[in-house]
Structures are given as C-alpha cells and as structure tokens.
C-alpha cells in the first residue's frame, strides 16, 4: 500500500497544477501599469476636433477610462452596459476611440447611444501603446490622484462591473 | 520643330527619371535588419505564439513602427525591450528576465535534476545492498573453461 502513496500524491500534486494552470486565460495579461500613474498623452476629442483631451483634465475624478471602437465587435456587447451604468450610477467614462475613423466613431456613438463624458480619439494608436492596451476592448479604473488602480481586459459584463468595478470605485470616491 | 524637340527633351528626361535602380522595400536597411533582430525576441501580444518579427496583427505593425523609431533615435536593444515591458509587462519578453518571481521557472528543470540524481544513487545504493554477487562454485569454474576452451 505505502509504495502507492507516493505516485498518487505527486499525481494529486499534478492535477491541481493541471486544474490551476488549464483554468487561467492565456489572454488576460496582467498589466504592469496597475499601481502606477496613467500615462499622460494630449489628444483632439472625436466630438470636437478643435478640443484636446489629457488625463490630467480628471484630476481629482475617479473615473473609468475605456478603450473602444467601431470596428470592434465585443464592444457592442459590452457598450449597454456602460450606457446602462453611466445612467443609473452616474459613473464618469471616457472613451477613447481606438484607431477609427471619426466618421464612423460618431456614427456608432449616435447609434449604440453616448455614456462617454467625452472620447478621446487615437488614430494612429500611439496612446493605446502607451497604455498597453492589445486588445480591444480595455477598461482602466483610475483615481483621484490619477493612479490606474485597475486593468479590465475584454467586455465588461455586467457581473463584472457590480462585483469588481463598482465597489472599487466606491472605494476610491471615500 | 521646336515643339518637337521640347518633346525630345522631356521624352528623355522622363526616361532616365523612370529608369531607376529598384529601391530597396525598406526605407532603411540597417534599421529594418536590427528591428527584425530585436522583434523576433519578443512576443506579438495578439497572436500570442507569434514574433512581433512575424505577426501581420495590426498591433504587431503598430509596435514594429514604435521600434523602428526608437531604433532610429538611437535607443539601445535595452532600451527598446524596457520600452515594451513596461506598458505589456515581461510577457513580451521570449526570454523571461531572473527575478524573484521567475526563479522557479530558471532553477526548477534544474533542481528536478538534482532530485532525480540524489533518487537514482539512493536506490542503486539500496539494491547493490540487497542483491549479493552470485558466487561460481569450483564445478561451474570448470564447466566455463572446458567451455571456452572448445
């Protein structure tokens, strides 16, 4: 019986690394930039070619700074969501519109609905680099003092914005 | 006439405008080799087992292009990959750097070795114990050699 125990045991060990490893998504990268302040950039807004945008305007705000475009499919699925909550929860989101054409950036937001306080728009796609985003779309939670507290990658579902979103931001309005 | 030879003229001149050696594709060969060199050590973010050097995704055109600037600057190869891993993180990184956190995935191959070593010798040790050498009697040393003699 004891010369079992030792392959089980390092079976059992190697099932939980299997479980563990097999359960995480490849796609989510953790982003270095969490913990540290939001990269500065000054850019033209879609809506008004002659305003800039730069993260340092939200000094003060804690807000959700969410990359978007019209190209990108998974937006759809997750713009009702920030459409819903910008509303109901009067939360502050800025977009920014991510390597698009202002024509077709307008025309999406007249469409799908505007929960943007404003969007930034990043034609050649130097400001999402900055951030580190790799695919669209991408959520960064940042705080009064302009610090990302926190990255999220892909569509925001609406379990993810009342369990992990909102009460951080809840949080960091204290 | 004149009209005619005008004509000539800018017949000519067009000529040896259009007859060119072929440009290379890239503007800037040295860059282009180095960009190829210092992208094929990183990850494309995208098509995750992809090169930047070999990704068509749009993000791997786009960060190819923030290198051959950076690379145009005068940014050394250090330089560049910092660059990158600090707006993706070590994940760009082909080569994972030694740390803390990374020194299991250096030192671990090698310490399975280690534990693998240490069992092999402790059982061989075991066994050579257990297993005594078989002793020839006086009969069989006789059979052997009349064996062997034929």
């Known amino acids: ?174 | 006439m004149r009209f005619l030879a005008l004509l000539a003229a800018a017949l000519l001149l067009s000529g040896s405008a259009l007859a060119r050696e072929a440009a290379p594709l890239a503007d800037d060969e040295v860059v282009e080799k180095r960009l190829v060199v210092i992208a094929e050590e990183l990850r494309c973010l995208v098509c995750q087992n992809e090169s930047l050097a070999g990704s068509r995704a749009d993000l791997a055109e786009d960060l190819r292009r923030e290198v051959r600037g950076l690379i145009k600057q005068g940014k050394t190869d250090q330089e560049i990959k910092d660059f990158l891993v600090s707006r993706y993180g070590d994940f760009v990184l082909y080569r994972p750097p030694v740390k803390s956190t990374t020194w299991l995935l250096w030192a671990g191959p090698f310490v399975l070795l280690l534990v693998g070593l240490a069992v092999l010798i402790a059982y061989l040790r075991r066994r050579s114990g257990q297993v005594a050498p078989a002793e020839l009697s006086e009969d069989d040393k006789k059979r052997a050699e009349a064996l062997l003699k034929d």
Not at chain 1, 32 to 57: M, N, R, Y
């Open chain 1, 1 to 174: 019986m004891n010369r079992f125990l030792l392959p089980l045991g390092l079976f059992i060990v190697l099932l939980g690394f299997l479980a563990v490893g097999l359960n995480r998504d490849p796609r989510e990268v953790p982003s270095p930039l969490v913990g540290k302040p939001a990269p500065a950039f000054e850019v033209a807004q879609l809506g008004d070619p002659a305003k800039t945008f730069s993260p340092k305007d939200m000094l003060g705000k804690v807000w959700l700074f969410n990359v978007w475009a019209s190209w990108c499919v998974s937006c759809r699925q997750e713009h009702p969501v920030l459409v819903d909550y910008a509303k109901s929860h009067g939360i502050t989101v800025v977009g920014l519109d991510y390597k698009d054409q202002r024509m077709d950036g307008l025309r999406w937001l007249a469409q799908f609905g505007d929960p943007y306080l404003l969007s930034a728009f990043d034609l050649d796609g130097r400001v999402g680099i900055n951030y580190g985003v790799y695919g669209v779309p991408e959520t960064y939670l940042i705080d009064k003092a302009g610090i990302i507290q926190y990255k999220h990658i892909g569509p925001i579902t609406p379990e993810a914005m009342v369990q992990k979103i909102l009460p951080k931001m809840k949080e960091l309005e204290k």
